[in-house]
């Protein structure tokens, strides 16, 4: 740097800061990256874990109707659930055809 032109010096500021800006901004583009990663796989982890408690859900309850004894109204509703659960199976299976 010049004493003798004092512009000349502080472009030079400038301009180092400016590469320290870039380097700060670049790190941050990077740790967004990894951020928007982590978010993602955390993501499908609640969507397995959902699915994994509806499951649960559908186990516990076939559990608690074979553990008891029916009535016909009981035993409709099961029928009308069982025959929500195929057509939800169906519709899967459908849309996995496409």
Do not use: F
Not at 79 to 85: N, S, V
Request: hydrophobic share 35%; aromatic share 2%; proline share 1%.
């Amino acid at each position: 740097m010049s004493e003798d032109n004092p512009i000349e010096g502080q472009i030079l500021r400038i301009q180092d800061k400016l590469q320290q800006l870039l380097r700060q901004r670049d790190l941050l583009l990077k740790e967004n990256g990894k951020l928007r990663e982590e978010l993602r796989k955390a993501q499908e982890g609640q969507a397995g874990d959902s699915t994994r408690l509806e499951q649960l859900r559908q186990q516990v309850e076939v559990l608690r109707v074979t553990r008891t004894a029916m009535s016909e109204v009981e035993k409709r509703e099961l029928e009308k659930r069982l025959g929500q659960y195929i057509r939800e199976i169906d519709r899967c299976i459908a849309m996995l055809g496409e």
